[in-house]
């Protein structure tokens, strides 16, 4: 397990460094960021990169998170496979927590964040 994780993260660290982040949402809590750049198709699913800049930090100092979203677009759902949560704005900082995530499938709420997510990726 710790050397898909190592593997995962080797694999994705130009992401970070490399992302377009364009703004997908925005709201009281703070603004959603979608990387342009990443979209990668694998057989049915897309991958893309999210990144969550919030307007104040919580109680154990994110101010930010980058998620990494598998799309279904044939159902319409998504799953996080991976995140890490960061002390600074913009996914900058120190990663203060991380890793493999394998959320279940869900389909997002109309006009929610995730739908909107999904509309982009797969239109």
Not at 4 to 11: D, G, H, K, P, V
Not at 89 to 101: K, Q, R, S
Request: overall charge neutral.
């Amino acid at each position: 397990m710790q050397v898909r994780t190592l593997l995962l993260i080797i694999t994705c660290w130009p992401v970070f460094s490399l992302a377009q982040w364009k703004l997908l949402s925005e709201s009281y809590l703070g603004n959603v960021y979608l990387d342009s750049e990443s979209h990668e198709k694998k057989e049915l699913y897309y991958f893309v990169w999210q990144l969550q800049d919030f307007n104040t930090e919580d109680k154990r100092g994110v101010k930010s998170r980058r998620i990494l979203n598998k799309i279904n677009c044939q159902t319409g759902e998504r799953r996080i496979i991976y995140s890490t949560s960061h002390s600074e704005h913009m996914g900058e900082g120190i990663v203060l927590l991380g890793g493999i995530t394998q959320s279940s499938w869900t389909e997002p709420l109309p006009k929610s964040v995730g739908a909107e997510l999904i509309s982009k990726v797969c239109n």
